[in-house]
């Protein structure tokens, strides 16, 4: 189904302000999550989510604007429509993310809460048990935080914009890895480190259960580059397996199939598991309270089992 031409009147009229768009595009989970929102498979508080991860990582960078005075608490039809028919391709991503930035106008999406995710709206996070192949947590660092927020903040005085994009990019991930060092335990595996905080694991109102991976991993054991592999569902180092049952990804944000790292050097990624997509080997997650989950790691050059602890 095409654009209406009222539809496409409101793209235009929100549009008058373009946004940039990271020209490595946006994840492929986040337009899965868009058509998934569209059908009815996710609620509608996950897909805002998952904008506001574009916005918190700088895919999107909404310029100034002005949040009307007559605020809005839901999200109209027509953005709704837009999602299904960006997921599939018949709009684009400066279409969709014109209308993303009416959400922001009306005030659906707040800027100055995007970056963090409330506890009402936040999926649950469980906690997560240090296992003996973990390391332990790093220490708090106050001015170490500050002295990122520092060099971010210096980034702003750069003149040339891909320049400047280039340095908020590096600052940004360095306060990522920072963040991910505070609140994660460590999986020692290789010459890798991965930094896990707990699984995000919920119940969608449909009854599909949604687990959500989300790491930060670091080369820091080698001189020479680290890669991850996951070009497929079946052909890929990472599932979840619950003692019975491998489950393998509906999407996740591995650019290519794969992750390279270079010496010292460090990477966020997500997976979902959850509603079975129309690709050879996927598998639709189910969840069994009476089994415990784990998320396997499973490279050429390493391979750790961490626990879950879904409730």
């Known amino acids: 189904m095409k654009p209406t031409v009222a539809t496409i009147a409101a793209i235009l009229l929100v549009g008058s302000i373009t946004p940039f768009v ?5 994840p492929a989970w986040v337009k899965n999550n868009a058509g998934w929102w569209a059908d009815g498979t996710i609620s509608e508080s996950e897909f805002i989510q998952g904008i506001q991860f574009l916005i918190k990582d700088g895919i999107i960078v909404i310029p100034p604007t002005t949040v009307s005075a007559e605020k809005s608490q839901s999200v109209p039809p027509w953005v709704k429509n837009n999602a299904g028919w960006w997921a599939d391709g018949t709009i684009t991503d400066t279409q969709f993310i014109n209308g993303i930035q009416h959400l922001i106008k009306t005030g659906v999406i707040s800027l100055s809460t995007s970056e963090s995710k409330s506890p009402e709206s936040a999926p649950k996070t469980t906690s997560q048990s240090k296992s003996p192949e973990s390391a332990p947590k790093t220490t708090s660092d106050g001015s170490r935080l500050a002295g990122l927020q520092a060099d971010l903040d210096k980034c702003k005085d750069i003149f040339q914009s891909y320049a400047r994009y280039t340095c908020v990019d590096k600052a940004k991930l360095k306060i990522t890895e920072y963040e991910y060092e505070q609140k994660s335990t460590q999986y020692v595996v290789g010459s890798a480190t991965y930094y896990f905080p707990g699984a995000e694991f919920e119940i969608s109102p449909t009854g599909q259960a949604l687990l959500t991976i989300k790491m930060l991993v670091k080369n820091t054991g080698s001189t020479n580059n680290v890669s991850l592999f996951c070009t497929g569902p079946t052909i890929c180092n990472y599932d979840v397996w619950n003692g019975k049952d491998v489950f393998h990804y509906s999407t996740n944000d591995f650019t290519n ?17 959850g509603p079975m997509i129309p690709i050879p080997g996927s598998t639709k997650f189910i969840y069994d309270p009476a089994k415990d989950y784990v998320f396997r790691i499973s490279e050429p050059w390493g391979s750790a089992t961490i626990p879950l602890n879904l409730q």
Request: hydrophobic residues 45%.
């Open 257 to 273: 199939g794969n992750i390279v790292l270079t010496p010292g050097n460090a990477r966020e990624f997500t997976m979902l598991f």
């Open 22 to 26: 990271n020209a490595e595009g946006v």
